[in-house]
């Protein structure tokens, strides 16, 4: 089966469906679990699975304002979230008077799906990661004994006097 071509580039790299919460101030310059210090008016989430400083594009679906986010914190393992933002980016999708909201979360790239893909033996539940074109290879391909080269055009461009390569 074969993949729509009506698809964006971004469903293609869609990882996750589900809902965003935020944290701000009881947190604000408190060591996260990467080690890093929270800020709050920073683009960071926490997410139950992804590597720390994976950068993720967050979006939120009923307005489709985006986020880029790096993850350098933890949800717990049965928090029902899926993403925990800090205020800043909560900010940024115009979710601070719901407190939660409806996202998206999407890889920046194949390639970074690709580093996905092969950091999990096993990909954990709820993540969709999946490449859908394998990458291509670029490989010189030799030139015909009768094709035309760049001397050929040479030799014509002078012999009309309209232009020269030199």
């Not at 469906?17 to 709050?40: L, P, Q, W």
């Not at 914190?73 to 980016?89: A, C, E, H, V, Y």
């Amino acid at each position: 089966m074969s993949q729509s071509q009506m698809l964006g580039k971004d469903s293609l790299l869609l990882m996750e469906k589900g809902m965003a919460s935020y944290y701000g101030k009881a947190f604000h310059k408190r060591k996260t679990a990467s080690g890093e210090i929270f800020d709050m008016h920073a683009n960071t989430a926490a997410h139950k699975h992804l590597p720390f400083g994976t950068l993720v594009k967050v979006t939120k679906i009923d307005n489709g304002y985006q986020v880029i986010v790096k993850v350098n914190d933890r949800l717990p393992q049965n928090s029902k979230r899926i993403i925990d933002l800090s205020w800043r980016s909560a900010q940024q999708l115009d979710m601070i008077q719901q407190g939660i909201a409806p996202v998206k979360l999407y890889a920046l790239s194949f390639g970074g799906m690709r580093m996905l893909l092969d950091y999990y033996e096993k990909i954990p539940e709820g993540l969709r990661l999946r490449l859908y074109y394998q990458p291509v290879s670029w490989t010189k391909t030799p030139k015909p004994n009768n094709a035309l080269g760049e001397d050929y055009f040479r030799e014509i461009f002078n012999l009309v006097g309209i232009y020269s390569l030199y």
